[in-house]
């Protein structure tokens, strides 16, 4: 949801900030210079600190917090500061406990004067003075008084106010982080506060749990049911932090129970006819009734304003519930898109990663990844990539706008762009072999027009070149049209690209190849190519001439296969003939000829790297009788390039995280740090999972075993209360 | 691993930091934080990895105003959280300071400031966000206590006398061991005028393929309220669409508003139940109700052939971009339509063809927009250029004034809708692409020039396109809509040197123009608020026979938010 700051703006007349912004400026200037409240004497203030008036305590206070943000030194008002603490004055209490908070660091043994006027806050009659105190004794960072604090948090967990009661949740992490021994005790109300009545308390008593002590999911079996029914009332960062928590937690306590689907078949035409029960060989989801609970109560969330929220929502679907669930959360998501631009950004790393899971579920939304001219690369980026993720299952309609769409990106400006359009196109020509002519058509009509924008031509001939190593029988007319197009190609690493595949082809339908003419037409203008073309001709010309070796050897046997069979003398005879026919040929022969030619030309070349190349192919080809290695060498079959959706590194990266967003390579391999505290833990495995009656209110802990209740029930066995619906 | 705000650290233009708060552990000092951000290229992500910081720091930053917010974090959690909470605390500042927030206003309110940012997070923990609920806890003094008069309120007046002390006898009203009834909504709100406002605002979004079919087409919408009513009001707010008989309206309303989110207030059972109707009891002040979408044409996936309702696209204003004309293909050409037949009685659910009747048409530039007489503002059509292109010639609108802005490398064209007088309905702005200095060397191309023209309008032209017959049914419609013109030269191989010349006069033509308007008092998407009922049943503390006066506003903007492709 856009913020009310932003919406107004737009309502209102645009209004001219910069004028504004000066106008003020110059107010504030004016006001500076004006009002004594910048530059105040020490001890004027000093002086109104002290004063018995509340009024000029107030003013001075108030002058000492600005000066505190102003980065201003203000350690020696402390005792005079300090001094005010047992004020009565609610609005004076609350500026010195700012001040304490901030500075009781800095001189620990003052602030400890304060601690005592501060406890007797903490029984004053008004409840916001109770909640006030509480918050600033935990917040001191003064280790001496954790037992004190402890104390106090106990105290406040009975009080009758939840705000204090809200308080004193809060306060628990500070305190163990004050002095993690306190530990025990601050469990004991943490597991009062977790079954608090009030929501609001509940939320802070949740994120104590999540820092304190996340394993200890025992204390939370007999309050998850009201966990997740006070789900909605929550506030949303109340809600963010009892997700993560019933996520872990039903991680943890209901195994993933799978059942055979059946369907019933062949119903007759009389409604009494009994159908006939059909295993379909599925498997679906069979979930807990506690688990669902969880997951139907999530779902009002998917309404909520915080884009957070959402993504929890998201994740809990994603990672706990079924296809079904997450289908309703799809349209919330996107709707993100429509959020503050920054919101924007981290949204889509989160719909990328989910799309990749299920990208059938986001074909509907195709146009709405569609790119702006005004969209920033990291957002273009990532929308190309959802493009290609949800082509394959798009219908024609939408698939032919989503190539037209990256035509057009491929032929702007930007280097990025283009770039990531005409691979977009390749994995779109990938990922649906039917549509892949399409793309093809697409990504040569980019070269032929396109000839002088050598990034582009570039660009599209890998991607060309990897479509057809993937596929290279159906796509030999591909490779005569490129061949085709060289006389117009101008970009060096274009041609040197082209005379690779057409090397890469010389060796099918040897009677009919282009290449030995390619390589012919290419020599007569040798001396003007780019030194990569060079030595992409000079490739090509050993290939060549090394297929026009093979085959002559083919059609006669070698001598070993000679030796072991016996032949008919016919046959010798002919292949005799063949031999001493091609030794004669084998000089003038037109291939030969090149093959020697280039090799003159390289030979002299200035490159010194063309030479070498050339000496070696001389050395391999060297004699026509044994062109093993040589075929070993030029002939070997290339590995099929794969070029996956750039986002697949991020698979498995945990929703919501900052790791998904940077993803591991600027991560670094273990994420973020803390990464590995949010990841969710695998399935509880059947049978490990404890008991389900825990989580009855009505169960006490008297009842049951309490020693196995606390172990997490690792061997309590079967037969729990909702695991026998599954 | 829940959420934990580490610091805020707000600066101003000077990249002075003008506010350091830190809340948990040690995070880097302001400082070193913003030399790492700005040590990033632009333009920079909303969330960065500063790697080089010790410990490796991620931050959020956001951009408001002339100030600039970040928020590091040293460990992982849910990235949007920290972006949430920032912008949550902007709202909040300009709750209290007023808007827009200036880096001066927040360095002369450092009191308030702490307050505030004390309240809002507490330890790391972020525990309260709402405005209400804050007015609460935070005492405001001096300049600020004007504004709660201004909303009819007693103010804090710096002297500490009667008016606080009704403040406290105010709150010793609530009862202080029960938790607030209402978490939103302050309790004890007087005002002496009551009023409430809806303020429905919708910002569009479409892109138009280089035939003018719209290809996607998606108005975002927020339904801003102004609640200033004394005591518990209880609100009832009703929206509906057009489409469909009165009996359906339910349905439309739930059909067009899509992926609706809204203010914790209202009650979503009750919109579950019947689509449409928003009933809340507002916090006091201005907030977000509610967010929507509307897809303005409703496409169905899987399906292959195209929407057939795709070209009853309804705008106030389009455009149209026209590259590679003229002797040397270096022309081009924008022309902007102004709907002539804006529709005052957009209700009518036949939605009419645009541009049939004659072109002349009467802004209203006096009124300020009703419904029945909406206004178009603010035209303005932003035309990015390649950056070869040096300067531009011959720039001639038919009507406002454009201007090449080298800096942005865009042409921005204001077109006045305010004189008021009869105007023709379509403006042309034409111009030609001047490239850098050395590909001057044009010469005799005319010919040339078209073709290439003409094999970019059609994407299914090529050197490759023999193969086209054997695949069965692939160029689908919209395709072969595109290519306008028939290639006739399709096998013609231009000359080296007139390609070259062609394809740099081509590389400098725009490739995409952006429209940009304002209109009050229609919105696309035709919703519209029915009625607006105070439930005086439910209500409390609004006294005998107050009627509030009720306002509604619609608004729409485009913020380059219609595309055309060239």
Redesign the interface.
Known sequence: MESISRISSMLENARDLTIEAAQSANAGRSSKSGSSSRSIPFTQLQKLLDSRNDRDILEGLRKVVSMIYQGKPCLPYFSSVVKNVANPNIEVKKLVYIYLLHYAESDPDLALLSVNAIQKSLTDQNPQVRAMALRTMSGMRVPVISQIVSLAIKRGCADMSPHVRKASALAIPKCYRLDPNTLPQLLECLSILLGDKQYFVVGPAVSAFLELCPDRIDLIHKHYRELVRKLVDMDEWSQLATLQLLMHYSRRCFPRQTKRVTKVEGKGFYSDEPGEEVDTGEQAVVLDPDLELLLRACKPLLQSRNSAVIISVVSCFLYLGTSEYLKDAVGPLIALLRAPSDIQQVALYNIVSTALISPPLFVPYASRFLIHSTDPPNVWRLKLELLTIIFPHCGLHQKSIIVSELEHFAQGTSLDLIRESVRAIGRCAQADPRTSTRCFKVLLKQISENPNNTLLVSEALTVIRHLIQQDPTSHKETVIRLAKNLDMTTSAEARASIIWLVGEYAGVEPENNIAPDVLRILASAFADESEPAKQQILLLAAKVYLHYLNNNSNSQPSPNLEQEQEQEPAVKYYHQQQQQHSQKEKDTHPISLLYNYIHLLTRYDTSYDLRDRARTFKALLSNPHSTQLASLLLLAPKPVPSAPSPSETRKGLMLGSMTLVFGREVAGPAGVRGYGEGELPAWVEEGQQPDGRLRDVHVDLDTADKGSLLAGAGGQGKGGGGQAVG | ????IEALYVYDEQNNCI???VYHARPPSPKSLLSQFKACPV?R???L?L?DLS??T?V???Y???TLFLCP?????????L??FV??V??VF??FLG???????I??N??I???LL?EIC??????N??PNALRE?V?V?GLIGKLFTHVGLPGSS???GASNNLVANLKAGSN????PAI?WRRPNVRHTSNELYV?I?E?V?V?L??SGRP????S?G?I?FTAKVSGIPELVLTLSAPGGSSSSKVTSIFRVM???????CVR?ARWKERPGELSFVPPDG???L??Y?V?L?P?????????SRGEKLFMPAMVDLRTGLGEKGSDFEVRLTLNTEFPGAYTSSKPRAPGTSTPSFSFGGSSSGSSNAPTLE?VVVSI?L???VRRLENLRPSRGEAMFQQFAQSVQWKVPTKDGASVSGTAVLSGTVIGPLHAGDVEDEDEDAET?NS??TN???????E??AS?P???????AS?GSKVASAKDK?LS?AQ??AA??TK?LMP??V?LSFTVRGWLPSGIRVDSLIIDTRKSRGLGENVKPFKGV?Y?T?SR??I?R?G
């Open positions: 691993m829940s959420a934990v506010l350091e708060h333009p992500p909303a969330l990895y790697s410990p490796a991620t959020a930053s956001v408001h105003s002339n974090s040293g460990t992982d959690q849910n990235a949007l959280t972006l949430e912008h949550r902007i709202d300009e709750d808007p827009p927030l200036l880096a001066h206003k360095e002369n450092y009191d400031i702490a307050q004390g507490d330890g790391g923990a972020i525990c966000t709402e806890n005492e003094a710096p002297a500490l202080p061991n029960s938790g978490p303020d605002l910002d979004s892109i393929a280089p290809i996607s087409a998606v975002s927020s801003a899509q992926s609706p989110v809204f203010h914790p979503l201005r907030f977000v509610a967010g979408e897809d044409i496409s169905y996936g899987g399906v292959d052939a195209p929407p603010a990015p390649p950056a070869g290439s094999m970019t994407p299914l032209l090529g050197y490759y396109d193969d086209s695949i049914g692939k160029p689908s419609a919209p395709v595109k191989i080296a390609q070259k394809q740099a590389a490739r995409s952006n506003k608004m903007v380059k938010g595309e492709r």
